[in-house]
C-alpha cells in the first residue's frame, strides 16, 4: 500500500491515489511510483491525507472477472489478540505496509462474501 501522486506519469490523470499494488513503490520517484507507465493496481482509494495509510476508507478494487471493480469501506489496523473470534483482521505485520498483497486481496473478498 503507497500514495502516488499520479499512477501513470505527469499528465491527464493527476489525482492522488492510495493504491494497493503487487509492484514495489520506487520511494525516490515523485510519481508513478511503479514505473509501468499505467494506473495498473488492484486497489484505489482517493483519500486525501497522503501523510499516513488511511485506516479507514473507501477503495474501489479489482474483485476478478466475475463481480468486476466494486466499492469496499476497509478498516486496517493491527492485529491483536483481542480481536473478536470471527472478525476479519487485514494486518501490515508492523512495518507499515501490507506483508501480502494476495493475503489482502482474499480477506478482502472472504468478508465481501461472508
Not at 525516490?28 to 488492484?42: E, I, M, S, V
Not at 469501506?73 to 470471527?86: H, V
Amino acid at each position: 500500500i503507497y500514495h502516488d501522486a499520479d499512477c501513470d506519469g505527469p499528465g491527464a490523470n493527476s489525482e492522488g491515489l492510495w493504491l494497493l499494488d503487487s509492484n514495489r513503490p520506487n520511494t525516490t520517484a515523485k510519481y508513478d511510483l511503479d514505473g509501468d507507465g499505467r494506473c495498473n493496481y488492484h486497489a484505489s482509494s482517493n483519500i486525501t491525507v497522503f501523510q499516513r495509510v488511511p485506516t479507514s476508507a473507501k477503495w474501489h478494487m479489482f474483485c476478478g472477472a466475475e463481480a468486476g471493480w466494486v466499492f469496499v469501506n476497509l478498516t486496517l489496523k493491527e492485529a491483536s489478540d483481542k480481536d473478536p473470534a470471527g472478525s476479519t483482521v487485514i494486518s501490515s505485520a508492523g512495518r507499515g505496509g501490507i506483508a501480502s498483497v494476495a493475503a489482502l486481496s482474499l480477506a478482502i473478498m472472504q468478508a465481501l462474501v461472508a
